[in-house]
């Protein structure tokens, strides 16, 4: 596609649900992150996805928290017995194997815990 | 630990006046440094980057950055502000060993004035 796709862009849960987050990448490009914006806060590392490498896992907040990246291309970020701390905006990104290319943001999906 | 700063969470500056966003960098090795601008209810765009050479990069909407190694910094600049410069701006350095991932300042605020 033209650009990084998020869906849905808002999306509503009652705590304790589980949700689904996707992401589709921009066709092509191998790597794909996930990142959290909390109200008012930077950008939050979650996750990293690079070609057929183990992801580097290392900024998932708690063990309720996982992704996905199926075939190289689309991801689902699934967050599991939602909190109202989770209430954020989840940004995907991705970019192509060069190291000194800049990654393109996708829109972002707003997440209320209600 | 490998980290960016943004020592201001908020610029305010008139109309036609220039401006500067500082950002400051701690990393291993030579890095890789980005600029992002957020508008309201946007993902992040992509506004200039160094990978090498010069130390001044120009980049989008008349934005430019100067690279200074010894001060590990890297702020964004602009001659002449305008009114449609607010939005939040985000100085990010890649990594380059290990994972390849980016990390986020905090953000700032700028706000232009009429």
């Known amino acids: 596609g033209a650009g990084v796709s998020q869906s849905p862009s808002n999306k509503v849960t009652e705590k304790g649900k589980d949700v689904e987050l996707r992401c589709d990448p921009i066709?092509?490009?191998?790597?794909l992150y996930w990142y959290r914006q909390s109200l008012g806060q930077g950008l939050e590392f979650l996750i990293y996805?690079?070609?057929?490498?183990?992801?580097?896992k290392s900024g998932l907040p708690s063990d309720r928290f996982s992704a996905e990246r199926t075939g190289g291309s689309v991801s689902t970020l699934t967050i599991q017995r939602t909190q109202q701390e989770d209430s954020a905006v989840y940004l995907c990104?991705?970019?192509?194997?060069?190291?000194?290319?800049?990654?393109?943001f996708g829109q972002g999906t707003r997440l209320t815990v209600v | 630990a490998q980290s960016v700063a943004q020592p201001e969470d908020q610029v305010n500056v008139a109309e036609g006046n220039p401006l500067t966003v500082k950002c400051t960098y701690s990393?291993?090795?030579?890095?890789?440094l980005f600029w992002y601008v957020q508008y309201p209810n946007r993902g992040l765009q992509f506004l200039l980057k160094?990978?090498?050479?010069?130390?001044l990069v120009k980049g989008s909407y008349g934005f430019e950055a100067e690279f200074n190694k010894s001060q590990t910094s890297f702020h964004l600049k602009k001659p002449s502000a305008l009114v449609s410069d607010s939005a939040l701006y985000f100085c990010?350095?890649?990594?380059?060993?290990?994972?390849?991932?980016?990390?986020f300042g905090t953000g700032t605020r700028l706000k232009v004035l009429a």
């Open positions: 990104a991705s970019s192509s194997i060069q190291i000194n290319t800049e990654a393109f």
């Open positions: 066709s092509g490009h191998t790597a």
């Open positions: 996805f690079q070609g057929n490498s183990a992801p580097d």
């Open positions: 990393v291993s090795g030579n890095p890789y």
């Open positions: 160094y990978i090498t050479g010069d130390n």
């Open positions: 990010a350095v890649r990594l380059l060993s290990g994972t390849y991932k980016y990390i």
